[in-house]
């Protein structure tokens, strides 16, 4: 099957800083894909990269098996998705989802009954005669959403779009845009710094650090076999051990256990000594002092809890152990 974006070995340096540094990177077509990475690791520029308002400095970028390159944005069958939004404050809503197709010279009914068909796709019917300072924040983003997936792209890149929203919006349009993108059928790059946004929405995610993946893989892979000690740093909070103390031996010297795979237990497992209850509310972060090593347990709240200074018994399914590598 024909890579619904395809990048190899592309690079964009600006002078001295390296940006986007060697990345080989296949999509799929109809994932939904994460760019996930601290700010200044390459997402944005990678995702310019694809959309085609900058060029590599070397490398080559494909779009369903076509060569991109010097090909100019409005060519390339995709769309973006500002985290800004970046709508017409003194057009109305319908006009701002029409323009696209206004300016590629469309029929006022064609350009109407599709941008009508937009708004119902994004859920927001009948909202086509208000001006966007007429909108709450999250009616404004699904309108740049409907201003995008009006043109029906093959590919359609998202630059943090949820990140101006509060929590609860932000929740309620991820699951929105998971179903939107069901709905399309289309292809979905999505840039997001928040691990959890990533975790819950996409179908494999790419984990950015300073201009280069460190790691690709579905949400689970990445999340319980993390293969540096970064991506168990960045994606959720992990205890990072010394190889021997896992009971392993590898070249390599540190391994990652998630704090939610320790569990208390009456007889077998390791000694441990508990330093520290912190309560969560549904769980309790548990910090053990285990041989003269520190590690920290997540636990149901709902489970008898020891107290500081306990002796207990902890264990974990040798699965959950993962050898990293790099030192
Ligand atoms: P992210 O989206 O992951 O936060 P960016 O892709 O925006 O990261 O930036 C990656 C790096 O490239 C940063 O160090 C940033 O300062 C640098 N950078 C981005 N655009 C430019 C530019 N136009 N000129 C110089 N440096 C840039
Ligand atoms: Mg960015």
């Known amino acids: 099957m024909t890579d619904a974006v395809l990048l190899s070995k592309v690079c964009r340096h600006y002078g001295s800083v ?26 944005t520029t990678c995702l310019r990269l694809i959309a085609g308002f900058d060029s590599p400095t070397s490398g080559h970028i494909e779009i369903f098996g076509e060569s991109v390159d010097g090909v100019p944005p409005y060519r390339r069958n995709v769309n973006t998705v500002f985290q800004d939004y970046a709508l017409f404050p003194h057009l109305s809503v319908i006009d701002n989802v029409a323009y696209g197709m206004m300016v590629r010279g469309a029929s006022k009914s064609e350009r109407l009954a599709a941008a009508e068909h937009a708004l119902e796709m994004i859920r927001l019917p009948g909202y086509g005669t208000r001006r966007p300072a007429e909108l709450s924040g999250g009616q404004r983003q699904r309108v740049a959403l409907a201003r995008a997936i009006v043109n029906k792209p093959k590919v359609l890149l998202l630059d943090e779009p949820l990140g101006a929203l509060d929590l609860r919006l932000r929740e309620q349009m991820q ?3 998971k179903t939107l ?12 710094h928040d691990q959890g946004e990533a975790l819950s929405m996409a179908d494999r995610i790419a984990i950015f650090n300073e201009g280069t993946i460190i790691q690709v893989g579905r949400p689970e892979d990445i999340y319980r076999r993390p293969n540096t000690r970064f991506v168990a740093d960045f994606v959720g909070s992990s205890n990072v051990i010394p190889v021997e103390f896992a009971g392993l031996s590898s070249q390599h010297q540190w391994a990652s256990l998630r704090p939610e795979a320790i569990r208390i237990v009456e007889t077998g497992g390791k000694q441990a ?10 769980s309790t972060r548990i910090a053990l002092d285990v041989e003269g090593t520190r590690l920290h347990a997540l636990v149901s709240s709902y489970q008898p809890l020891p107290d500081e200074g306990d002796k207990i018994s902890v264990d974990w399914d040798p699965d959950d152990v993962r050898v990293m590598e790099g030192e």
């Open 273 to 282: 000594r508990v330093v520290s209850l912190n309560y969560l509310g549904n």
């Open 175 to 177: 699951e929105e845009l």
């Open 181 to 192: 993108q069901k709905n399309l059928g289309i292809t979905f790059v999505f840039v997001t």
């Open 18 to 43: 390296k940006a986007v540094d060697g990345i080989d990177l296949a999509i799929g077509e109809g994932e939904f894909f994460a760019l996930l990475g601290p700010s200044g690791s390459g997402k």
